[in-house]
């Protein structure tokens, strides 16, 4: 058994640990209300925006009406537009993300590229030596449309000139405080039906096909404005729902360190009392014994 | 016999309900949608959106977006929308007043910059002509001392 004074070292050092856990779970609990609540906002814009575009590929001819709506008869490249954290200590959320898109990817039939959004992300793709053509990292941690629209545009510009064929879009859905979900979400071509996807859009009803739209001004004007902006909508949504999940996940991560670390130190602290009561009892004998040898005298 | 709207900005849902027609400011031109409309596709320019319904009237500034028309919704997404009767006449004010100044100093050497003052600009111009042509009662006079 180590010695009291080791003890004790431990002890300390397992509490200061409790005690930074803490706090980064009280920071994260501040943090994930506010991402909650941006997410939440944006929610019911990028569901209708996502109605629109769904409604707009519902249209006769759609693969003549806007070149971000065609579907390619050949797949030649992928590209996954990958979410995570820039930091760690988030539990499992950084590793599932990159779990689900080697699932979901490692046996695809065509090369795939990687955009990573995150630190994390990053670092994970590249020492699994996957083809990264794009890094975002240290977002905001209140990111505006503005700040992740060029995301967006590099994929679209990468679907545009022919790099890629489709473009998948692979985040952390938030659903609630305990749950996120790994999402994936095809972002080009259009999909009329979703893959993996949990309750945002759900309030899309299904209409039939719908008669042909009048455009105001003019249909490719109107196309060109809207369909490269709601595709970078998407993925602005997207983030914001990881980021939200990330929190949450660090959160509940950081409740359990805390948990653990103060069971440690409880057992810990039982084991140091042992130790101190034996050598306690081991000095009491020690002077009894010389007591009586003395009166033995 | 009514018809659906909903104007839905970047942050939030600025109205959603079921009512008589929607005046909107397509690009084209003040466009007025009533139920069963043909299906639109539009963008939409500075303007006011009118909503009314039972005889009352509701007034909205959009700062550019786009509208959905399908026969039985109208789905506006705006770059920026309010309710009129919601508009704080000072804020619109001083947003005004510190957008003409940096304006006024030249135009600043980073675009965005410029833009970004230009948009402020004209949603604020925008804001303040609407209340001072629709709102009634005059809860909050826009005046040009404080």
């Known amino acids: ?297 | 016999m009514t018809i659906r709207c909903e104007i839905v900005s970047q942050d939030r849902t600025v109205f959603a309900g079921d009512v008589d027609i929607v005046v909107l400011p397509g690009a084209g031109g003040e466009m007025g949608i009533l139920p069963k409309h043909a299906p639109v596709l539009t963008t939409l320019k500075y303007g006011v959106i009118k909503i009314r319904k039972g005889g009352k009237e509701e007034l909205f500034t959009v700062a550019g977006g786009v509208a959905e028309v399908q026969p039985d919704i109208v789905t506006i997404l705006a770059d920026a929308a309010e309710n009129i009767n919601e508009i704080d006449v000072s804020r619109a004010e001083d947003a005004r007043k510190r957008a003409e100044e940096i304006l006024s100093k030249g135009i600043p050497a980073d675009t965005d910059v410029y833009l970004a003052m230009e948009a402020a600009l004209r949603k604020s111009n925008l804001r303040l002509d609407a209340v001072n042509r629709y709102r009634k009662g005059g809860t909050r006079v826009p005046t040009s001392e404080n």
């Open chain 1, 1 to 297: 058994m180590a010695s009291a004074r080791e003890m004790k070292l431990r002890i300390k050092s397992v509490k200061n640990i409790a005690q930074v856990t803490r706090a980064l779970e009280t920071v994260s609990a501040s943090k994930v209300r506010k991402a909650v609540n941006a997410v939440t906002a944006t929610r019911s814009y990028a569901t209708k925006a996502w109605q629109v575009l769904k409604h707009v590929a519902e249209q006769p001819g759609r693969d003549s009406l806007h070149p971000l709506l065609a579907q390619r008869k050949e797949i030649k490249n992928t590209l996954v537009v990958v979410i995570t954290g820039d930091r760690g200590l988030a539990g499992a959320y950084n590793s599932n993300v990159i779990r689900y898109a080697s699932q979901r990817f490692d046996k695809n039939p065509v090369p795939v590229k990687y955009i990573a959004v995150g630190r994390k992300g990053r670092d994970l793709l590249v020492r699994r030596r996957k083809d990264v053509i794009g890094d975002f990292s240290n977002l905001p941690a209140a990111p505006t449309f503005f700040d992740v629209s060029a995301i967006g545009r590099l994929a679209v510009d990468a679907y545009k000139n022919g790099e890629v064929d489709e473009v998948y879009l692979l985040y952390t859905d938030f659903i609630n405080m305990a749950r996120q979900v790994t999402s994936v979400k095809k972002l080009l071509p259009l999909e009329l039906t979703d893959e993996g996807r949990v309750h945002d859009f759900e309030q899309a009803k299904p209409t039939g096909p719908s008669a042909a739209y009048d455009y105001e001004p003019d249909q490719s004007i109107i196309l060109d404005e809207i369909i490269p902006r709601f595709t970078a909508l998407q993925v602005y949504q997207a983030i914001l729902e990881s980021q939200a999940s990330e929190h949450a996940a660090r959160m509940v991560a950081m409740h359990a360190a805390t948990d653990n670390a103060k069971d440690l130190a409880g057992a810990y602290q039982l084991a140091y009392n042992k130790v101190r009561q034996q050598g306690i009892t081991n000095d009491i004998l020690d002077i009894v014994g010389g007591a009586e040898a003395l009166s033995a005298k």
